[in-house]
């Protein structure tokens, strides 16, 4: 016999980390590397989107951080 359910799945919570300044050459907030536009829209994302931002993110934190555009 199987365990019961816990709930509902949970959503990918944000990655905001509240450092919110966003860097003018790579358009990223420095704190979560989202996009302005992925931060005013991340509660209207689905999970799977979410997802894949998440992705994403290291490479953009590397990318800004060596210096390169995004």
Known sequence: MS???QGPPRS???PCVQVC????ASSLCLGCYRTLSEIAGW???TDAER???MADLPAR???TLNGEQA
């Not at 300044?21 to 003018?24: E, K, L, M, R």
């Open 3 to 5: 365990p019961p359910p």
């Open 12 to 14: 990918i919570a944000t």
């Open 21 to 24: 300044v966003v860097d003018g």
């Open 43 to 45: 509660s209207g994302l």
């Open 51 to 53: 997802a894949t931002v």
């Open 61 to 63: 934190k590397a990318q």
